[in-house]
């Protein structure tokens, strides 16, 4: 079975840019979630979506929005780049919702390596 | 709110010798457990995970865990390490639900290997 893809890889954006990244769960997947990984503040949780709808939300600013279609692939959405927001942003999938009151193992995907100059 | 520390930033070790890495954890009631590594420039993967039942759990990559509910811990072991073994440890908790939703990971511990 295929792991979670995301793309693309890498991205070079400048400042006030908008940029949309890509994320393609495990088949039957039916959550998933995107996270920021920074030097400064480790993994970030930025928010969930399940059943086309966004769950959980992590402390981020509206400049970070998301979507999720039909056949549970994501996309992650950031207007007005800021440097800050360069990042790896990793995308995770579940077979169902987090905190559903079962356990739910998440699995990675590679990430986008995002550099904002 | 739930936490997880890591005190140890960077460990080195010798290849072949022994690895314990620490995971501490605050959380209300019976947390989901999770040890991830992850190599440079790539994601996070999946060593192993603890629900509930046996305390030591085995992993892939020959690591196991034990959770410790009376010290709040959950630390990853190797008998022998091996220099691929070099990267990021990051240790997790999950959300069980009943106002927690949001998964919470360490800050990482960068495993270093010496020949």
């Known amino acids: 079975k295929a792991g979670v893809t995301q793309t693309p890889r890498y991205l070079i954006k400048t400042r006030g840019q908008q940029v949309t990244l890509s994320c393609s769960p495990i088949?039957?997947?039916?959550?998933v979630s995107w996270y920021q990984q920074t030097p400064g503040q480790g993994l970030q949780f930025l928010f969930e979506?399940?059943?086309?709808?966004?769950?959980n939300k992590g402390n981020f600013p509206g400049r970070f929005s998301g979507r999720q279609f039909s056949n549970s692939r994501s996309e992650m959405n950031v207007s007005t780049l800021e440097l800050g927001d360069s990042a790896l942003y990793l995308c995770?999938?579940?077979?169902?919702?987090?905190?559903?009151?079962?356990?739910?193992?998440?699995?990675f995907g590679p990430g986008t390596r995002l550099l904002v100059l | 709110a739930q936490s997880v520390t890591q005190p140890d930033i960077h460990i080195t070790v010798s290849e072949g010798a022994s690895l314990e890495l620490r995971c501490n954890y605050s959380?209300?009631?019976?947390?989901?457990l999770f040890w991830y590594v992850q190599s440079p420039g790539q994601g996070l993967q999946l060593l192993l995970k603890?629900?509930?039942?046996?305390?030591l759990v085995q992993g892939i990559k020959g690591f196991e865990a034990e959770f410790k509910r009376s010290q709040s811990s959950f630390n990853l072991r190797k008998p022998s390490v091996h220099w691929s073994d070099a990267a990021e440890y990051f240790c997790?908790?999950?959300?069980?639900?009943?106002?927690?939703?949001?998964?919470?990971f360490g800050r990482g511990t960068s495993l270093i290997v010496h020949p």
């Open positions: 995770a999938s579940s077979l169902e919702r987090l905190g559903g009151g079962r356990p739910e193992t998440q699995y």
């Open positions: 088949s039957g997947h039916r959550s």
């Open positions: 979506y399940f059943s086309e709808t966004q769950r």
């Open positions: 959380y209300g009631a019976t947390p989901y």
């Open positions: 603890y629900f509930s039942g046996d305390t």
């Open positions: 997790a908790v999950g959300p069980t639900g009943g106002g927690s939703y949001i998964p919470t």
